[in-house]
């Protein structure tokens, strides 16, 4: 039984290391998956693990790009990389929405929106949202090819797509944060890489609060579910590695609008399957 779970978590991590980079929300991907492969757990380590799994995402991000995210070095230029604290600051403040409203609605929007119909309507809207932006910047020449060049106030408007990714599962963090740059006339390839750096402190923190819920809820965690976690998060980086080199060689040459009519695709069999889920239960008569 434990290998059957542990071979449950190493599909979920797959998922996860897939959906997380790609502009496809993986937490409506976990939950639609969720649906079908059942994780033998207390309610209470599911909410924990579908969202601690994305701690191996982010070590990837870290191992990939670590020579842009750490600030210190030993060479000439000076004991710190000014260009790199800069673009912390400019993370930082891309947080700010999240932290001041997105963790008190975090039981608001796990109460209320966690479920199959939101996640269609939100894969569905961001789907067309980046087909009509991808439309409109079809001959638009970016005018930010840098992240240096990304002002506070792009930080700012960025954190607030985030935002609406933490309170509405299947918006998608990075789906969210990418339409937001794209908007700001940021290129593809510098949109994709400020989402992952962005996502080392959204996620690390989303991670940490969830462990601290947990472990307030005085639930306690099995040998199984600890090697379920262990395995999640182990297959979730070396995916993830994967998924970050495929995206930023695929985004060279082409743009977004696949995963645009993949978001509608899906949302719409999301949509339809969660109906006909309700239908069956007598929950719509």
């Known amino acids: 039984m434990v290998i059957i779970e542990i071979l449950k978590s190493i599909l979920f991590g797959i998922i996860e290391g897939i959906t997380e980079w790609l502009p496809i929300s993986s937490t409506g991907h976990l939950i639609l998956l969720n649906d079908f492969v059942k994780l033998k757990c207390s309610d209470e380590f599911l909410e924990m693990f579908n969202v601690v799994i994305q701690l191996g995402a982010i070590m990837a991000v870290v191992l990939m790009f670590w020579n842009k995210l750490w600030p210190f070095t030993s060479k000439q230029e000076g004991y710190y990389k000014r260009t790199t604290v800069v673009m912390w600051m400019k ?108 996502a080392v402190p959204a996620m690390a923190g989303a991670s940490l609060l969830k462990l601290v819920k947990f472990a307030a809820s005085g639930v306690s965690i099995t040998g199984t579910e600890i090697a379920v976690l262990f395995f999640g998060c182990l297959v979730s980086f070396i995916v993830s590695v994967l998924a970050i080199k495929y995206l930023m060689k695929y985004i060279r040459r082409h743009d977004f609008k696949v995963f645009g009519y993949y978001r509608i695709i899906l949302g719409a069999i999301v949509f339809l399957y969660f109906i006909v889920k309700l239908i069956s239960t007598g929950s719509i008569h």
Not at 148 to 163: E, R, S, V, Y
């Open 91 to 198: 993370i930082i403040v891309a947080c700010i929405p999240t932290i001041l409203i997105g963790l008190p609605l975090d039981d608001f929007s796990q109460k209320y929106f966690y479920n199959g119909i939101s996640v269609a309507i939100m894969l569905i809207l961001f789907g067309v949202a980046f087909i009509l932006i991808e439309n409109k910047n079809k001959d638009a020449v970016p005018k930010i090819r840098s992240i240096n060049k990304i002002t506070f106030l792009d930080a700012l408007i960025i954190g607030c797509f985030q935002l609406i990714a933490a309170i509405f599962p299947g918006t998608s963090r990075s789906g969210a944060t990418i339409v937001g740059s794209l908007m700001l006339g940021i290129s593809r390839p510098v949109a994709a890489q400020f989402t992952f750096f962005l």
